[in-house]
Structures are given as structure tokens and as C-alpha cells.
């Protein structure tokens, strides 16, 4: 059976077009830092290279392989959480211990945990239809799962990752049936749990109060968000250009990362903007139809997972661009320079162009 085409182009499409921004963003940095001004790209391009190769392999691997396996990779995911904190082992970058470092690459887990509990989770529900509606023995096995894997990926610190996990998971069981009242109940307690990581962690408090008033700190807490915003800012309609950004100059920090569509909107106007958004939308509607068409109830589960945690990750990132949440250090799917996000978000549509061979 043939894969889902408009999702497969989507893909490519927006990959090429990210691999051509992180050149545009990156190449003034990586001149000064590497005195290689194509060093982020070249090693994008080479991710993209092996995401391609994995997005190919894996859409010809039968979904029913990961129910078999889901326990183990589950296991396998926990053993990487926990390596990653062992000084010596893990790598740390930008404050956080969440990678393993291979030569110049650094690889992150906690991408590749996102996926494995989706994987285990849908499991669990498509063997458990009955007991899902029960709170006590269907849901909270699987929030207390979701928790322990959350407060691991706390200790690197990575609150991004952990939310988008945290979220992905809640509506995986909504989708299976969990009653509203009780994801009221659970939002209350989740409230508590971040003012009480807000007051563990001063920096993050540091974080809201910038996202309220970045201005009252222009030049700490709240420097990414101005500088973010005077990219955005100026681009009006059609933008300043290709590689014409003003803000990539050493004034916003490393954009080719979180905060690279904040240059694509600099240098494509809002025309950029509505091409990027497009690119995305076309995306989750592909992947939404396939969770709809598919009849199997674990690759429904199993689709719907990975289609949440996608567009919570897109969401996210773009709320964080134009100052709508504080900053959460999350990456933009298909966009932002990472090799690990690439790899992990390539072979998980993988997975969904395997589902849509049997549509």
C-alpha cells in the first residue's frame, strides 16, 4: 500500500526549508564561534540525511512491531533518562544534563522518552477500554508512569520536554475516554506541582516575570523575548529578505534554535509566517485524517499520540516566539538546528506513514 503522500512532501518540504533558514541564521555565529560558517548546516543537512533514511525505514516497519516491543522500549527510554545524569556520562549544554555526547553531536533522550511512552501508553489503552473508565485502577497507572518519566526529565532540568510529554499523555486519554471533571481535577494539582517547581527553581520564576514585563529586565531574563520581538517587529509583509536579519547578528542568542522562526518571520514577513503555519497545518490535518481512517486501535492510540505531542511541540514554540507564555527552551519540529529533535520527529511520521499504508 502507498504512504500518505501529502504528508510525506509536507515533510520534506519543511525540513529543506528549515536546513536553508538555520544557514541564514547560524552562519554569522558559527563563523565566529567554529570559523565554519556552514558548520550548523552541514550538520542539519546530515541529520536530515539519516531522518530521511530512518523516516523511510521505519514507514516500512509494521506498527504492530512497537505493540510487541512497548515494554521494552519503554525500559530501554527510563535506563537513557537515567544514564544522562550520571556526570561523566551525560553531556551538560546550556545548564541542563540531557546529553549523551558523540564526537561533535549530541544526542537527547528525553526526545526519544516522548515516544517511547506514547508508544506504551497507547498500548495500555488499547488493551484497556474497560478499565480506563475507572480512575483508580485505568488512569492513575498511567499518570503515575507519566509523572516518574516527567521528574526524571525535571532533574537534566528540561521543563519544555517535560510538559509536551505531561500533555501529549492527557490527551491520549482524553481520546480514550477519561472524563472531563477529572482533567479539571488533575489541572488544579498540576498548578500546584509548577508553582512548587517555580519556587524549587528561581530562574524559572525569573522566567514569568519576564514573560510579564520582559522590559524590567531587558538585558537578563527578559533579553530573548525583546530581541525576539524586534525580529518580528520589522518584517512587515514580504520581510527584510533572505539574510537580511538584523537580530541574528549577535543580538538574539543562537537563533537557529528556539527562536528561528522569529528570523524567518525578520527576513519573510508575515508571508513567511503564513507559509510556515500552512506547512504545519497541512501536517497535523494529514496526521489527524490518518488517526481518524485507521480501524486498529492501537495505531489509532498510537497516531493520535504522536499527532498531540507534534502540534503541543509546534504550539508551544510559537507561543513562546511572539511572548504569549514564558520561554521553555522548546525546539520548533522540522525548523529549529537539533539533531535529535530531527531524528526523533522524522521517525515518528514515519510511524504514521506506516498506519497510512493500510488506509
Known amino acids: 500500500m502507498k504512504i500518505n503522500k501529502t504528508l510525506f512532501i509536507s515533510i520534506i518540504v519543511i525540513s529543506l526549508f528549515g536546513i536553508l533558514m538555520i544557514y541564514s541564521a547560524s552562519h554569522i555565529w558559527a563563523e565566529y564561534k567554529y570559523g565554519d560558517a556552514l558548520k550548523y548546516v552541514k550538520n542539519q543537512g546530515l541529520f536530515f540525511l539519516i531522518g530521511l533514511f530512518l523516516m523511510n525505514m521505519v514507514s516500512k516497519v509494521n506498527y504492530r512491531w512497537y505493540y510487541k516491543n512497548a515494554n521494552k522500549i519503554l525500559l530501554i527510554c527510563f535506563i537513557l533518562l537515567i544514564l544522562v545524569l550520571i556526570p561523566g556520562v551525560g553531556s551538560v549544554r546550556n545548564g541542563s544534563r540531557s546529553w549523551f555526547g558523540i564526537g561533535p553531536f549530541g544526542i537527547q533522550p528525553s526526545e526519544a522518552a516522548k515516544l517511547g511512552l506514547i508508544i506504551f501508553v497507547s498500548k495500555y489503552l488499547s488493551n484497556n477500554e474497560n478499565e480506563i473508565k475507572n480512575i483508580k485502577r485505568g488512569v492513575l497507572p498511567i499518570l503515575g508512569l507519566t509523572l516518574l518519566m516527567f521528574f526524571i526529565i525535571m532533574l537534566q532540568p528540561d521543563f519544555g520536554t517535560g510538559t509536551i510529554l505531561v500533555m501529549a499523555i492527557v490527551g491520549l486519554l482524553f481520546v480514550g475516554g477519561v472524563s472531563i471533571k477529572f482533567f479539571l481535577r488533575i489541572g488544579l494539582v498540576g498548578l500546584l506541582g509548577v508553582i512548587g517547581l517555580i519556587i524549587a527553581a528561581p530562574y524559572r520564576l525569573a522566567r514569568i516575570l519576564s514573560f510579564v514585563d520582559p522590559w524590567k529586565d531587558p538585558l537578563g531574563s527578559g533579553f530573548q523575548i525583546i530581541q525576539s520581538l524586534y525580529a518580528i517587529g520589522p518584517g512587515g509583509l514580504f520581510g527584510m529578505g533572505f539574510g537580511n536579519s538584523i537580530q541574528k547578528h549577535f543580538y538574539l542568542p543562537e537563533p537557529q534554535t528556539d527562536f528561528i522562526f522569529s528570523i524567518i518571520s525578520e527576513e519573510f514577513g508575515f508571508l513567511g509566517v503564513?507559509?510556515?503555519?500552512?506547512?504545519?497545518?497541512?501536517?497535523?490535518?494529514?496526521?489527524?485524517?490518518?488517526?481518524?481512517?485507521?480501524?486498529?486501535?492501537?495505531?489509532?492510540?498510537?497516531?493520535f499520540g504522536i499527532t498531540f505531542q507534534f502540534s503541543f511541540q509546534a504550539l508551544l514554540n510559537l507561543m513562546v516566539v511572539v511572548g504569549l507564555i514564558p520561554v521553555t527552551g522548546v525546539t520548533l519540529p522540522f525548523l529549529s538546528y537539533g539533531g535529535s529533535s530531527l531524528l526523533i520527529s522524522m521517525s515518528s511520521m514515519g510511524i504514521l506513514l506506516n498506519i497510512s499504508r493500510e488506509l
Not at 507559509?275 to 497516531?303: E, G, H, R, W
Open 274 to 303: 503564513i507559509i510556515v503555519v500552512t506547512l504545519f497545518l497541512i501536517i497535523i490535518i494529514s496526521c489527524f485524517i490518518i488517526c481518524t481512517k485507521t480501524n486498529n486501535l492501537f495505531s489509532k492510540y498510537l497516531a
